[in-house]
């Protein structure tokens, strides 16, 4: 007989049978890979968005299509893509979520030598539409491989590869993108149009070397997934007779619903906060786009440290107190961010990060917990929340360019609120069932 476990939320279930045993552990190791390689993915972003805002001489909520295509590209495949993996099984949903990845690199080529924006875009929907597939599949596959009890620590550990990668993206683009070249508009009047389109030109060319390596390394990875087991099914609650379940099924779990909402509002914060730090440096520190990276690569370091200590403190602090705890914090220093500006505002922004780091996948371990059969759904309309990306960071955009930067990033302020309020009332709900 199964003993009863604590769930996520810290509140009491029954047992289930995880899948166990040395079989899986390559498998396990190219998930815990698969987080470290969106993670480039997704913060590579943060530097095109400088990098295009000055090839394509865009205004803020012009570069805002980045994220917003990106983000959209998420929102659409994540049922596809959880389809897929209820019919194929994981591996079948890794192996095209790699494949789609190293497409859309790929079409980075094409779309420089084109010099066109909306060519990149379609690149970029089509790394989005690959990371949908990898998200819907190695989050869930993180919370079913090991002790129901331990989900969100265990997730959020595998989610500690996330910001490493973040880091290496925006690496990438500092020392490979970023030229540190900044003509101002009176400079770029006054040049001749063959000099100005050289510019142009080499500011677009400059992406396309670090895709190609990055096209190349996510292929191997797809090629070695090709030849490593992985389960095939979801792992059965005590006492569950089903195999699957509806979509319509999991409106009926309204801790679920508020996690896709938290979860909207927490990926717009996060995507918003992240996409305009650079902005953000130039206008209130002064700062140079590479210093503008530096202040970036400061706050996915503090994001990557927040995600160690956030783990290491769940083993003595409910999951979601600890998210209470942080998306408070957020609150306050986006807030400070937001109403006060200059060299003040800039260090409480990139301190936020330290804060932001465990949200992620707490509010998703907290959001399937308790779904049994209906998890893999539920795990596709949370990562269909990550659209708030693509939202939030065009109203941030769109606040810059009438207000300024510095106000659009109230926008993620308030963003953290709702997260806190349904922190709130998850533990409330916890401590009355407890």
């Given at each position: 007989m199964a003993m009863p476990v604590m769930t996520a939320a810290g509140t009491p279930q029954a047992?289930?049978?995880p899948y166990r045993g040395q079989r899986y552990l390559p498998a396990l190791i190219i998930t815990v890979s698969l987080f470290f390689l969106w993670g480039v993915a997704n913060n590579l972003n943060d530097i095109l968005i400088a990098q295009f805002r000055k090839a394509f001489t865009l205004s803020?909520?012009?570069t805002s299509f980045v994220q917003q295509v990106f983000y959209f590209g998420y929102f659409l495949l994540a049922v596809p893509a959880s389809m897929v993996m209820r019919r194929f099984g994981y591996k079948a949903a890794i192996v095209t979520g790699l494949m789609l990845y190293a497409a859309g690199a790929l079409l980075f080529y094409p779309a420089a030598q084109a010099s066109l924006?909306?060519?990149?875009?379609?690149?970029l929907f089509v790394i989005a539409a690959g990371l949908a597939f990898l998200e819907t599949s190695a989050n869930p596959l993180m919370t079913e491989l090991g002790d129901p009890a331990t989900a969100a620590r265990r997730l959020n550990w595998a989610q500690a590869a996330n910001p490493l990668g973040a880091i290496t993206g925006i690496l990438i683009g500092r020392f490979f993108i970023l030229s540190g070249i900044e003509h101002d508009e009176q400079a770029l009047v006054t040049m001749d149009a063959a000099a100005r389109?050289?510019?142009?030109?080499?500011e677009v060319q400059a992406v396309v070397g670090p895709y190609m390596w990055i096209a190349a390394i996510v292929l191997a990875f797809a090629v070695a997934a090709l030849f490593v087991a992985f389960p095939k099914n979801p792992p059965r609650d005590a006492g569950d007779t089903t195999q699957g379940g509806r979509f319509a099924d999991v409106l009926r779990h309204p801790r679920l619903i508020g996690?896709?909402?938290?979860?909207f509002f927490y990926v717009g914060a996060q995507v918003g906060l992240w996409s305009y730090t650079i902005r953000y440096a130039q206008a209130n520190a002064g700062f140079g786009e590479r210093a503008g990276a530096d202040a970036l690569f400061v706050s996915l370091v503090l994001f990557a440290a927040g995600r160690f200590a956030g783990a290491a403190l769940m083993a003595r602090m409910a999951p979601v107190r600890l998210l209470a705890l942080f998306a408070g914090i957020s609150l306050a220093l986006a807030a400070v961010a937001g109403l006060i500006g200059g060299t003040i505002g800039l260090y409480a922004l990139v301190a936020s990060s330290f804060f932001m780091s465990i949200q992620f996948p707490t509010i998703f371990a907290i959001g399937i917990d308790g779904l049994g059969p209906l998890r893999r759904i539920g795990a596709s309309l949370i990562v269909m929340a990550i659209i708030g990306g693509a939202g939030?960071?065009?109203l941030m955009g769109l606040v810059s360019d009438l207000a300024g930067i510095t106000h659009a990033v109230l926008v993620s302020a308030a963003s953290f609120a709702v997260v806190l309020a349904f922190a709130i009332i998850v533990g409330r709900g916890s401590a009355r069932a407890g």
């Amino acid at each position: 007989m199964a003993m009863p476990v604590m769930t996520a939320a810290g509140t009491p279930q029954a047992g289930a049978t995880p899948y166990r045993g040395q079989r899986y552990l390559p498998a396990l190791i190219i998930t815990v890979s698969l987080f470290f390689l969106w993670g480039v993915a997704n913060n590579l972003n943060d530097i095109l968005i400088a990098q295009f805002r000055k090839a394509f001489t865009l205004s803020d909520f012009g570069t805002s299509f980045v994220q917003q295509v990106f983000y959209f590209g998420y929102f659409l495949l994540a049922v596809p893509a959880s389809m897929v993996m209820r019919r194929f099984g994981y591996k079948a949903a890794i192996v095209t979520g790699l494949m789609l990845y190293a497409a859309g690199a790929l079409l980075f080529y094409p779309a420089a030598q084109a010099s066109l924006y909306q060519l990149f875009l379609l690149a970029l929907f089509v790394i989005a539409a690959g990371l949908a597939f990898l998200e819907t599949s190695a989050n869930p596959l993180m919370t079913e491989l090991g002790d129901p009890a331990t989900a969100a620590r265990r997730l959020n550990w595998a989610q500690a590869a996330n910001p490493l990668g973040a880091i290496t993206g925006i690496l990438i683009g500092r020392f490979f993108i970023l030229s540190g070249i900044e003509h101002d508009e009176q400079a770029l009047v006054t040049m001749d149009a063959a000099a100005r389109e050289a510019f142009y030109r080499s500011e677009v060319q400059a992406v396309v070397g670090p895709y190609m390596w990055i096209a190349a390394i996510v292929l191997a990875f797809a090629v070695a997934a090709l030849f490593v087991a992985f389960p095939k099914n979801p792992p059965r609650d005590a006492g569950d007779t089903t195999q699957g379940g509806r979509f319509a099924d999991v409106l009926r779990h309204p801790r679920l619903i508020g996690a896709v909402a938290a979860q909207f509002f927490y990926v717009g914060a996060q995507v918003g906060l992240w996409s305009y730090t650079i902005r953000y440096a130039q206008a209130n520190a002064g700062f140079g786009e590479r210093a503008g990276a530096d202040a970036l690569f400061v706050s996915l370091v503090l994001f990557a440290a927040g995600r160690f200590a956030g783990a290491a403190l769940m083993a003595r602090m409910a999951p979601v107190r600890l998210l209470a705890l942080f998306a408070g914090i957020s609150l306050a220093l986006a807030a400070v961010a937001g109403l006060i500006g200059g060299t003040i505002g800039l260090y409480a922004l990139v301190a936020s990060s330290f804060f932001m780091s465990i949200q992620f996948p707490t509010i998703f371990a907290i959001g399937i917990d308790g779904l049994g059969p209906l998890r893999r759904i539920g795990a596709s309309l949370i990562v269909m929340a990550i659209i708030g990306g693509a939202g939030l960071t065009a109203l941030m955009g769109l606040v810059s360019d009438l207000a300024g930067i510095t106000h659009a990033v109230l926008v993620s302020a308030a963003s953290f609120a709702v997260v806190l309020a349904f922190a709130i009332i998850v533990g409330r709900g916890s401590a009355r069932a407890g």
